[in-house]
């Protein structure tokens, strides 16, 4: 079955950087939409950002801190994290949902969720 497999996360200081991988297997993940997505121990699993053939999207709580990129040779999405801070404490998991556009929709709707990858970030 088509999915993902995210990797990177770890223990970091505030005002440190990660660098998060998303990796497609049984699938070219490229033209399509990929996402990050985040969730915190009480919250909703929310967007964190998005690339597309010809666009980027970012939560405005990350936009300035973080980068996403792509690598289609590779198969993989980046999520590069600057300056990081304590409330970015969370799993982060990339999905698609088949789609070319980074346009919102809602997370529920998407299935077949990795095992997520754990960024903590605490002093």
């Known amino acids: 079955q088509e999915h993902f497999v995210e990797s990177g996360g770890g223990l970091v200081q505030p005002g440190g950087s990660l660098t998060l991988s998303c990796a497609a297997s049984?699938?070219?993940?490229?033209?399509?939409?990929v996402r990050w997505f985040r969730q915190a121990p009480g919250k909703e699993r929310e967007g964190v950002s998005c690339?597309?053939?010809?666009?980027?999207y970012y939560e405005a709580s990350v936009k300035g801190r973080f980068t996403i990129s792509r690598d289609n040779a590779k198969n993989t999405v980046y999520l590069q994290m600057n300056t990081l801070k304590p409330e970015d404490t969370a799993t982060y998991y990339c999905?698609?949902?088949?789609?070319?556009?980074?346009?919102?929709?809602?997370?529920?709707?998407?299935?077949?969720w990795g095992q997520g990858t754990l960024v903590t970030v605490s002093s």
């Open positions: 999905a698609t949902d088949f789609g070319m556009s980074c346009a919102p929709i809602d997370p529920t709707y998407l299935e077949n």
């Open positions: 049984g699938f070219a993940s490229d033209h399509f939409a």
């Open positions: 690339i597309s053939d010809d666009n980027t």
